[in-house]
């Protein structure tokens, strides 16, 4: 192998390893709640957008079939977590669909405890390593077109809110 692939494989190999510990960190977030899935957390996770979002929408953003989308939303209906906003159109796909109060508070449930479990993984870190990691995640994420302090999804403003909105 020339240089540039060892470096490749090992860069390959410590980011597998990293979303080994977020993927448990995300488990374990989702193990104390009863009866969610990870793609229906993600779901909800869309959901919480600041603007409208159709079941197209949702599948778009989860990239997920479209017929796919519609059952992970009857699911999240069962379960008191979304709801439809019917309107007088056929196609499924172009309804609204957003979280129920119920919803919003299970989401930002799960994802204070991922923050904090995070935030206690980061604590265990010298100031050093945490600086290299910051520098390092935010140049994954725009490698991987998630641009630091760009929010494409909303996700963060309506965290925000929602956090501000519990507080009171």
Known sequence: MRETDEELETATEALLLASRALIAVAARSLAEVDDITLPQFRALIVLMRPTQVTVGDLAVALDIHPSTATRLCDR????????????????????????????????NSITDHRRRDLAVIAASMSRDDRNRVIRS????????????????????????????????
């Open 76 to 107: 999240l209906e069962k379960k008191g977590l979304a709801r439809r906003q019917p309107g007088v159109l056929p196609d499924r796909r172009i309804i609204p669909v957003g979280l129920t109060p119920k919803g919003r508070r299970l989401a």
């Open 137 to 168: 995640l935010n140049a994954f994420a725009a490698a991987a077109g998630e641009m630091p302090g760009v929010d494409s999804f909303g996700w963060a403003d309506s965290m925000a809110a929602a956090s501000s909105v519990a507080g009171h």
